[in-house]
T-cell receptor, first 115, second 112 residues
Framework: DAGITQSPRHKVTETGTPVTLRCHQT?????MYWYRQDPGHGLRLIHY???????DKGEVSDGYSVSRSKTEDFLLTLESATSSQTSVYFC??????????????FGPGTRLTVL | LAKTTQPISMDSYEGQEVNITCSHN???????ITWYQQFPSQGPRFIIQ???TKVTNEVASLFIPADRKSSTLSLPRVSLSDTAVYYC?????????????FGGGTRLMVKP
């Protein structure tokens, strides 16, 4: 399995508090992604990164910010957590094979509960 | 990335072959087709990828017609452990600002 870890794996927090989730990879992949998944739904892209300090918004980026100061770490911050951000958060990494193929690997997920 | 359309859910029985079709009418010349599988409480995992014709690995086969506007994931002789959500993605990771955007996926239920 690809070397991806997420921390914490579970977190309970209160509305209005800031929360930071960490994704760490040991594969030296260029691309990193943060998704959220709500019960019975598919994955929705929050933010992604295509290199150190290069990030962009996904389809559900409001209320979230990201940072990537090193290749191996991609941080997701909820600036002021709300109950609507209760979800399971997945990190993914991918790398170009040079032929246009998409080879993405996912972390184990972080279950976040905002009370 | 090209928009994809898949059935929301499918049911099957153990030992049967399951075919899940994905439509991607606006697929671009350099796009590849990739399928992922997701079990409850886990992240998706790569199953198979192809560009054209047929690709087969130890898990599944992927059939892509000449016009590439659709693809079919074929799971031979499914078991209860194949119950999962299957996602079809289409895209070219070489494009700047690439994103991996998932659709709703197909929820496969395998019954005894």
């Amino acid at each position: 399995d690809a070397g991806i870890t997420q921390s914490p794996r579970h977190k309970v927090t209160e509305t209005g508090t800031p929360v930071t989730l960490r994704c760490h990879q040991t594969e030296n992949h260029r691309y990193m992604y943060w998704y959220r998944q709500d019960p019975g739904h598919g994955l929705r892209l929050i933010h992604y990164s295509y290199g150190v300090k290069d990030t962009d918004k996904g389809e559900v980026s409001d209320g979230y910010s990201v940072s990537r100061s090193k290749t191996e770490d991609f941080l997701l911050t909820l600036e002021s957590a709300t109950s609507s951000q209760t979800s399971v958060y997945f990190c993914a990494i991918s790398e170009s094979t040079g032929t246009g193929q998409l080879d993405a690997f996912f972390g184990p997920g972080t279950r976040l509960t905002v009370l | 990335l090209a928009k994809t359309t898949q059935p929301i859910s499918m049911d099957s029985y153990e030992g049967q072959e399951v075919n899940i079709t994905c439509s991607h009418n606006n697929i671009a010349t350099n796009d590849y087709i990739t399928w992922y599988q997701q079990f409850p409480s886990q992240g998706p995992r790569f199953i198979i990828q192809g560009y054209k014709t047929k690709v087969t690995n130890e898990v599944a086969s992927l059939f892509i017609p000449a016009d590439r506007k659709s693809s079919t994931l074929s799971l031979p002789r499914v078991s209860l452990s194949d119950t999962a959500v299957y996602y079809c993605l289409v895209g070219d990771i070489r494009n700047a600002g690439n994103m991996l955007t998932f659709g709703g996926g197909t929820r496969l239920m395998v019954k005894p």
